[in-house]
């Protein structure tokens, strides 16, 4: 069955850097959208990015305006894996993070009901 696990989370200070992973399996990842959505206690969740690979050598990728120029997306096709490094964390950047996977060729979307599979979460706590 499809798996997708989080790693990389923490308690950072405002300023700092961290690198969340996705490890994927059981599904045909080089095929796949992935994405990042995230969740802060009290609020919906929210689209932060997807990665999409359009040809061997170009990704497509889309970002929310809130982490625009801070993070940034990427997938290693080979380790089944997808990044989000997120740099210049803001207190507000605090959330539970979450990789989802959608398994429908040709789109990139921001919409949470178009991702059919999901990790379990993992928590990102930036302090002021």
């Known amino acids: 069955q499809v798996q997708l696990v989080e790693s990389g989370g923490g308690l950072v200070q405002a300023g700092a850097s961290l690198r969340l992973s996705c490890a994927a399996s059981?599904?045909?990842?080089?095929?796949?959208?992935m994405a990042w959505f995230r969740q802060a206690p009290g609020k919906e969740r929210e689209f932060v990015a997807a990665?999409?690979?359009?040809?061997?050598?170009?990704?497509?990728?889309d970002f929310a305006d809130s982490v625009k120029g801070r993070f940034t997306i990427s997938r290693d096709n080979a380790k089944n894996t997808v990044y989000l490094q997120m740099n210049r964390l803001k207190p507000e950047d605090t959330a539970v993070y979450y990789c989802?996977?959608?398994?429908?060729?040709?789109?990139?979307?921001?919409?949470?009901?178009?991702?059919?599979?999901w990790g379990q979460g993992i928590q990102v706590t930036v302090s002021s």
């Open positions: 989802a996977a959608d398994l429908v060729p040709g789109r990139i979307s921001v919409s949470a009901y178009d991702y059919g599979y």
């Open positions: 059981g599904l045909t990842f080089s095929s796949c959208a």
């Open positions: 990665i999409r690979r359009r040809d061997s050598m170009i990704n497509l990728a």
